[in-house]
């Protein structure tokens, strides 16, 4: 997606990138590349703002390259538009994607969809643009696509 302005957040939601504790995330995904934190002693996939490893206890963090496809645990639809927040006219998806890796990423889709990816859709993680920042978004590959599916997943 080469759009200048993002189809779903105002401008002024974007992150600044200096000194944020996601700075690792939003240089790899300048480069293309989702960059994550593991335990830099045991290799456990560790939350975005986590600060200890949950497995050894370890403050070290390690922010690494990781593979950028997983599968939906669980979605849904969002019919709240926040005004001067959410510029999207209408319901948006809102996705949480558990990767190979052991993360789970909640985010929307690259592009305006009017439904959410169903859970145990194939998805790849690209790169929306947020005010010049690059941020996680899901990107489906295959598609379970039911008829009359709801979304009380």
Avoid: K
């Avoid at 997983?70 to 959410?86: A, K, N, Q």
């Avoid at 929306?128 to 598609?143: E, K, T, Y």
Wanted: charged residues 20%.
């Amino acid at each position: 997606m080469t759009a200048t302005s993002d189809w779903l957040l105002s401008e002024s939601l974007a992150p600044v990138v200096s000194s944020d504790p996601l700075e690792p995330l939003y240089a790899g995904a300048v480069r293309g590349v989702l960059v994550l934190p593991f335990c830099a002693d045991c290799s456990l996939a560790l939350d975005l703002e986590q600060h200890g490893c949950d497995g050894c206890g370890s403050l070290r963090i390690d922010w690494r390259e990781t593979a950028r496809t997983g599968v939906v645990h669980s979605s849904t639809t969002m019919h709240r538009l926040e005004p001067g927040l959410v510029t999207a006219s209408g319901p948006y998806p809102i996705v949480d994607v558990e990767l190979a890796d052991g993360h789970r990423l909640i985010m929307t889709t690259v592009d305006p969809a009017q439904r959410a990816p169903q859970i145990g859709d194939t998805v790849a993680v690209a790169f929306r643009n947020l005010a010049g920042v690059a941020i996680p978004a899901a990107q489906p590959i295959n598609s379970t696509d039911t008829e009359d599916t709801n979304d009380n997943h």
